[in-house]
């Protein structure tokens, strides 16, 4: 009995020391040397609790992902539709909040083993279907909406308990909730529709010189590697390898791969913003805008899937580079749903809370499809079941008052 309690009370250490280790160095960067110099233990002590880095590391997201259902299990109390799904939200933020190193691990998993985050939301967003199932209309997709709910608190919690690390204020979460209750459109008479997928023309009369050839022949080939292998397995020398540029010729233009990374994430930050632009210039409607600029950012995220990959990596290599990204498009997105609240079409809410509900939404239905789905294309079902959950919120899918 002693001996297992010992046991127990071991392996309990390693894992407390693997969540140090994982959250100062990442999941590439960790070692069974690091977790054990950490817990004061020797490598082979650690391989008789544990296989490898990878079982240490599964074992953690097993942690975090069964606490988090649990807890929603118990705490899941309501009498209406909305009430079930904001306990299941709180929950979540609550949960997050009370484990954010945990967390933090956790959100490397989609770049360690996509497996075990299919497993992950396959049981969390469950949770959400089984209190909407029967009571949806008819031509709206389950899983879909399923994932737009838990979108709207997404970035929201990433946001301020992650990368401000301070507290959620209760206007915040407010105004998630005034969304998944009622939408964005404060007139109530938006109806979404589809829109026709445009090309971004690229300017083939443009003249480079050399340097700016070279240069974009090394952003081409980082490109492809980083969303192919991920960055962490492409090493300087591949990239010259895959571009036909000598190493040396390569540290010309970039200090090191960090900067390679950073040129790619600004790159691809532009190209939405591009392609939102080619999407919503003849529209002044807040609603029309967002109607249209949710389709242009699901049909660049289904054509590139891989770039997507790089950016939501590249928080994990600098936690500045990432966060840079979102925040990019944070600011510019505040500002045009304040116009629209000016303007009588937006719900007056915190423009800011709303801006990350909106892209948290977007962030998690595009996963779900063009990611977990490895891939595959997205329904007009699925599109307008997000649109109309954007727009008219619970009271707009539902068969039934919420």
């Known amino acids: 009995m002693e001996r297992t309690l010992r046991g127990k009370r071991t392996r309990e250490k390693i894992l407390e020391s693997a969540i140090a280790t994982f959250k100062e160095n990442g999941f590439k960067k960790a070692s069974i040397k690091k977790i054990a110099e950490r817990v004061g233990l020797s490598n082979a002590s650690i391989y008789r609790?544990?296989?490898?880095?990878?079982?240490?590391?599964?074992?953690?997201?097993?942690?975090?992902?069964?606490?988090?259902?649990?807890?929603?299990?118990?705490?899941?109390?309501?009498?209406?539709?909305?009430?079930?799904?904001?306990?299941?939200?709180?929950?979540?933020?609550?949960?997050?909040?009370?484990?954010?190193?945990?967390?933090?691990?956790?959100?490397?998993?989609?770049?360690?083993n996509k497996d075990l985050v299919r497993d992950f939301y396959k049981k969390l967003i469950n949770e959400i279907e089984n209190v909407l199932k029967e009571k949806t209309k008819k031509n709206?997709?389950?899983e879909t909406l399923?994932?737009?709910?838990?979108?709207?608190?997404?970035?929201?919690?990433?946001?301020?308990l992650i990368w401000d690390g301070k507290e959620i204020e209760n206007k915040k979460l407010e105004a998630a909730f005034n969304l998944i209750e009622s939408g964005i459109d404060r007139r109530g008479d938006f109806k979404p529709y589809i829109v026709e997928e445009r090309e971004i023309k690229?300017?083939?009369?443009?003249?480079?010189?050399?340097?700016?050839?070279?240069?974009?022949?090394?952003?081409?080939?980082?490109?492809?590697?980083?969303?192919?292998?991920?960055?962490?397995?492409?090493?300087?020398?591949?990239?010259?390898?895959?571009?036909?540029?000598?190493?040396?010729?390569?540290?010309?233009?970039?200090?090191?791969?960090?900067?390679?990374?950073?040129?790619?994430?600004?790159?691809?930050?532009?190209?939405?913003?591009?392609?939102?632009?080619?999407?919503?210039?003849?529209?002044?409607?807040?609603r029309e805008i967002e109607n249209a600029g949710f389709q242009a950012f699901f049909h660049l995220f289904r054509n590139i899937s891989n770039d997507y990959r790089i950016?939501?990596?590249?928080?994990?290599?600098?936690?500045?580079?990432?966060?840079?990204?979102?925040?990019?498009?944070?600011?510019?997105?505040?500002?045009?749903?304040?116009?629209g609240m000016k303007f009588g079409e937006i719900i007056k809410t915190d423009p800011e809370a709303l801006a990350l509900s909106l892209m948290g939404i977007g962030h998690c239905v595009g996963m779900k499809w063009f990611v977990l789905e490895e891939g595959k294309d997205m329904s007009k079902r699925a599109t307008l079941t997000?649109?109309?959950?954007i727009m008219h919120g619970l009271k707009g899918v539902l068969k039934e008052e919420v």
């Open 49 to 112: 609790y544990f296989k490898n880095k990878e079982e240490i590391y599964f074992a953690l997201v097993k942690r975090f992902e069964d606490g988090l259902i649990e807890k929603i299990k118990e705490e899941k109390r309501g009498k209406t539709t909305l009430e079930l799904i904001k306990s299941i939200l709180l929950s979540y933020i609550n949960y997050i909040r009370e484990n954010t190193t945990l967390y933090d691990i956790f959100r490397e998993v989609e770049f360690v």
């Open 386 to 389: 997000t649109l109309n959950f």
């Open 202 to 286: 690229e300017k083939n009369d443009e003249i480079l010189t050399k340097g700016e050839e070279t240069k974009r022949k090394i952003l081409s080939s980082a490109e492809k590697l980083f969303g192919e292998k991920g960055y962490s397995e492409t090493q300087i020398m591949d990239i010259a390898r895959e571009s036909g540029i000598g190493l040396g010729t390569i540290y010309l233009y970039f200090n090191s791969k960090k900067e390679i990374l950073w040129e790619l994430v600004r790159y691809i930050n532009y190209l939405l913003r591009r392609k939102s632009w080619e999407y919503t210039k003849d529209f002044n409607d807040r």
């Open 140 to 142: 709206i997709d389950l």
């Open 311 to 339: 950016v939501r990596e590249a928080e994990f290599v600098d936690r500045e580079i990432g966060a840079w990204y979102y925040k990019r498009l944070l600011s510019p997105y505040k500002k045009g749903l304040e116009i």
């Open 146 to 160: 399923s994932f737009s709910i838990l979108g709207s608190v997404y970035f929201i919690v990433i946001n301020y």
